[in-house]
Nanobody, 114 residues
Framework: QVQLEESGGGLVQPGGSLRLSCKASGSEFNAYTMAWYRQAPGKQRELVAAITSGGSTNYADSVKGRFTISRDNAKNTVYLQMNSLKPEDTAVYYC????????WGQGTQVTVSS
């Protein structure tokens, strides 16, 4: 069983930045594939960014060049650095881990508004 705890969400003005963090339990974190998803009201949950155990990354087209996913295996933590935020980035952001099974965090709200 992998437990995930997100932090770092909040209210930010358009053009601003936020960094989300997700701390995972377990001793095999370096083997987990990690990702961030988001879900806006009335919309389906969508992949934002993912990072494999080997460090390969992929991003949704809508966030390429603005968001960066990274991981610190020594801290069992994955990050999502979000820059140049837009109102359409407003959503609940969920941390995801895959290690034989799929695991989800509780989500953290990100609101981009002036």
């Amino acid at each position: 069983q992998v437990q995930l705890e997100e932090s770092g969400g909040g209210l930010v003005q358009p053009g601003g930045s936020l960094r989300l963090s997700c701390k995972a339990s377990g001793s095999e974190f370096n083997a987990y594939t990690m990702a961030w998803y988001r879900q806006a009201p009335g919309k389906q949950r969508e992949l934002v960014a993912a990072i494999t155990s080997g460090g390969s990354t992929n991003y949704a087209d809508s966030v390429k060049g603005r968001f960066t996913i990274s991981r610190d295996n020594a801290k069992n933590t994955v990050y999502l650095q979000m820059n140049s935020l837009k109102p359409e980035d407003t959503a609940v952001y969920y941390c995801y881990a895959r290690y034989y099974l799929n695991y989800w965090g509780q989500g953290t709200q990100v609101t981009v508004s002036s």
